[in-house]
């Protein structure tokens, strides 16, 4: 994977740190420009207004602590509900975001995920990607979310078979660091969505092949111009 202009995109707010937070720090300190796309928002009677705006301000201070230029919140896509919205809205809004960001590399969660938020926002940024006369991402990759990625059923539908891992060993405490920022989100261990959940996961990824710290991504599409 080489890299450039890094755009990541988050069905909800915590998951591009669950899944790429390394990632992104690395390519911050690295001199290139990373932006996120969180797609939905908790909406009553799921959500209360302030639970809300909490886990907003939480992202925003996460992803600058990660060397993050802009954190893009989608509106009119409910949390936990987006199977209620026209898949062709999703499309477009997705694809704005992808034209307006113009990323060389493209990060999205995995279809397999338990979450349908998440397969959703699969299919539609694959949508807003779609091979045209318009350059598009050299690179689109699916990242792995504790908590939903590992709980799917096993043999339905996609696994998630890593083909790509970035060494973050340098950058893991970052990620750590930026996760605890998520206060209304972190759980005890042994919930995978815990501080030493993410920290074992990263260095057994590292460890399968040779590193001290990795995050681990399905490679979906790689163009050599």
Known sequence: MEMGRLLVIAPHPDDEVLGAGATMARFSEEGHEVYVCVVTRG????????SVERVRREAVQADRSLGVRKTIFLDGFPAALLDAVPHSRLNAALTEVVEDVDPE???????GDLHMDHRLVFESALVAVRPTARPSPRSVLAYETLSE??????????????TTHVQVGPYLE?????????DSQVKDFPHPRSLESLRALARMRGASVGFEAAEAFMMVREVVR
Do not use: C, N, Y
């Open 43 to 50: 909406q009553p009677p799921l959500f209360d207004e302030a």
């Open 105 to 111: 590399v493209l990060l999205i969660p995995h279809a």
């Open 149 to 162: 990625t590992d709980w799917k059923a096993p043999r339905v539908g996609p696994s998630f078979e890593p």
């Open 174 to 182: 970052r990620k750590l660091e930026a996760m605890r920022i998520f």
